[in-house]
């Protein structure tokens, strides 16, 4: 599983390519199963969908992302794929988060983390499963900084999708019923972030040091998110909305992730976020953020 998920960064002179591994697709896809054929949407309506590939039994993180059978198309194995609202949520949901993954490193490259880190290697792996055995507090600030571009980008970029699909059949069935507005179109933002950090995070991450960790845990990189929703409002939600905004997004994050994998995991994450060494730990990344983010940078295009 350690290696499944990486995702490489390739700096040679000023040429950039950002390399994503079989193993990271073939887990957003299998993602974006889960969340057709459980529902996982509770925005939309209903519709009842299962595949041969539907298991009886709650899954582990480990067992829906770890096994080792490459995902496959398929109409036999996914007869909802004939269904075109249901074709167009599995793809909505994989385009999303593929699209998070390549804002993050980005993220990297807008800021300049390859060239102002430490390290002599021009092929920078991004172990996305934060399994890494390598860990820094300028590492996982890097990683805050990255996520903070990408969830920006992010925004912006799929308002643009929808607009540009307003006149079909597809992008009508998403406006009307999965993101009628900007408010409902944060609330699917932070959503899926929620389901993409959950998925992304070392099973381990409770029983390593803090300082040691790669990445910053799913509660580390959703705090910070929504930190900066409250403060800024991605400058499209207006303040007196983002409270209420922010906990419709929570609760639909948190049934999305318990649907997918079949069982109830609770909001103890958010509670753990108080603890004294948790506390103490974001406090310092967040101190260590402005370190890593490069706002003088002009000559940059996305």
């Not at 910070?224 to 303040?239: D, N, Q, R, V």
């Amino acid at each position: 599983m350690q290696t499944a998920f990486n995702v490489r960064l390739l700096q040679w002179g000023k040429e950039n390519a950002i390399v994503i591994y079989k193993g990271m697709l073939d887990a957003i896809f299998k993602i974006a199963v889960r969340v057709v054929e459980t529902e996982a949407l509770f925005q939309v309506a209903n519709k009842g969908t299962l595949s041969l590939t539907t298991p009886a039994r709650p899954l582990s993180v480990k067992a829906l992302l770890g096994d080792a059978k490459d995902f496959v198309w398929n109409e036999k194995l996914y007869p909802w794929i004939a269904n075109l609202e249901h074709k167009a949520l599995f793809m909505f949901t994989a385009s999303f988060l593929l699209r998070f993954v390549i804002f993050h490193e980005l993220g990297h490259l807008l800021h300049r983390h390859g060239e102002r880190s430490d390290s002599d290697n021009l092929m920078n792996v991004d172990e996305m499963s934060s399994n890494s055995e390598f860990g820094s507090l300028n590492s996982q600030a890097r990683e805050l900084v990255a996520d903070m571009f990408a969830f920006q980008e992010l925004i912006g970029f799929t308002k643009e999708h929808l607009i540009s699909q307003a006149n079909n059949e597809i992008g009508t069935f998403l406006t009307s019923e999965l993101i009628p507005n900007d408010f409902e179109l944060v609330v699917f933002c932070l959503q899926m972030a929620h389901v993409y950090f959950f998925f992304m995070d070392s099973e381990k991450w409770r029983t390593i040091a803090p300082t040691e960790w790669s990445h910053p845990p799913h509660p580390f990189r959703l705090h910070t998110i929504y930190t900066a929703f409250l403060s800024e409002g991605f400058s499209i939600i207006k303040a007196e909305y983002r409270n209420d905004l922010l906990g419709r997004a929570i609760l639909l994050g948190q049934k999305t992730v318990q649907s997918i994998i079949g069982t109830p995991i609770g909001l103890d994450w958010s509670l753990e976020m108080g603890e004294s060494k948790y506390k103490e730990h974001f406090d310092t990344l967040h101190a260590l953020m402005p370190r890593w983010t490069d706002t003088e940078r002009t000559d940059w295009q996305c």
